[in-house]
């Protein structure tokens, strides 16, 4: 089992950048498939990036936010992070943070992930 802390959200204006980390708990941190998704007000959780197990020589993205995100992890620190950069107003949600045991592909669906309590993000036009 694993637990997930997320950490900087904040306020920022369009087009500016934003930094988001997520450490997790237990010695078997790179073990798990780690992910980012946001649910905007009224909308439902969906998918914004995720990075394979292990080295995470593999990551992925949603089309919304490929070539302005970026997702990395360190495993001496048991963290994953997402660096967000030329923000738009429609990226302003709640960012969580997701963990999987058995891979990216489960961990995409959102079934049955690890997840952190959240970290708001708003962008302002």
């Known amino acids: 089992q694993v637990q997930l802390v997320e950490s900087g959200g904040g306020l920022v204006q369009a087009g500016n950048s934003l930094s988001l980390s997520c450490a997790a708990s237990g010695r078997t941190f790179s073990s798990y498939a780690m992910g980012w998704f946001r649910q905007a007000p009224g909308k439902e959780r969906e998918f914004v990036a995720a990075?394979?197990?292990?080295?995470?020589?593999?990551?992925y993205y949603a089309d919304p936010v490929k070539g302005r995100f970026t997702i990395s992890r360190d495993n001496a620190k048991n963290t994953v992070y997402l660096q967000m950069n030329s923000l738009k107003p429609e990226d302003t949600a709640v960012y969580y943070c997701?963990?999987?045991?058995?891979?990216?592909?489960?961990?995409?669906?959102?079934?049955?992930?690890?997840w952190g309590q959240g970290t708001q993000v708003t962008v302002s036009s």
């Open positions: 997701a963990a999987q045991p058995t891979g990216v592909k489960d961990l995409r669906l959102g079934v049955n992930n690890y």
């Open positions: 990075i394979s197990r292990w080295s995470g020589f593999t990551t």
